[in-house]
């Protein structure tokens, strides 16, 4: 009779494996069931347009056929563009055209002080608001055929955590996702959390923090922190296992031991059962 309960046990035995294995696979796998959530195509309802904030680094460039009339505009650095059409603007290409190209620091009160045209408060607009606030000025009084195209130079993230490649990112575009910044850090470790990512963010004076649950595509792509802002953190923690110990070698460790005790247990006592 004892012999006939070996192969129920090992059945059991390897159920319990299976099962180990399907937890483990259901919280590593990202944005679980995005295939059919979004298999109708869904409009992108999001802006994702960084908006100016105080310290921030602008380029602003001024552009028009005239290189003298641009001169008062820039602090002596001249570019040839080579025309097109430029951010701000609708002018269309143009050859020979001319640009002034200025850095500005957004100053604590979220203003800066452009020549010529004094104090312009730029905190909270787009870039591309800034461009056109300043291209209508000039264009009303000085330069009538004015391009102003404006750009961000500090756009960076700081990723900490339980990342491959940790540390602070510089980007040079515009539009960066929480998705490209972990996959920019080298992707989450095998030990990382993947269910509480937080998103640090400063605004309006006030420091926030959101968390998505990377294995729910819902929890992503609705975050407000789906699109990355200048300076924020992402922080991705580490199973309890890695922080009690300190080392990532102990969860394998700890899971490996639990499964060979398990293994021992039910051959100890398959043997018992069979004498």
Known sequence: MYRNMVLPLLFAFVILMSFS???SNKEMTY?????????????????????????????????????ELIAPFNNGTVINSGGGKTGG???????????????FYVKKDGTIDFPILGTIKVKGLTIE????????????????????????MSFKITVLGDVKN??????????????????????????AVRKNVVVIREENGQRVSYSIDLTNPESVFKSPAYYMQQNDLIYVESNKAVKVKGSTSYTYLTVSGTL???????????????K
């Open 260 to 274: 060979v005790s398990m293994a021992a247990s039910i051959i100890s006592l398959i043997i018992a059962l069979n």
């Open 129 to 152: 608001e800034v461009s056109q606030e300043i291209q209508k000025q000039i264009r009303a009084s000085y330069i009538s055929d004015a391009i102003v195209t404006t750009k961000i």
């Open 166 to 191: 940790p540390g602070v990112q510089n980007y040079s575009g515009q539009r960066l996702t929480l998705l490209e910044a972990l996959g920019r850090a080298g992707d989450l470790n095998n030990t």
């Open 89 to 103: 603007g609708s002018y269309g290409t143009q050859a020979n055209l001319q640009s002034g190209l200025t850095y």
């Open 31 to 67: 944005m679980q069931g995005v295939d059919s959530l979004y298999s109708t195509p869904q409009m992108i309802s999001k802006e994702y347009g960084l908006v100016i904030q105080s310290d921030d680094e602008l380029a602003i460039s001024v552009s028009s056929k005239d290189q």
């Open 21 to 23: 294995s399907c937890v």
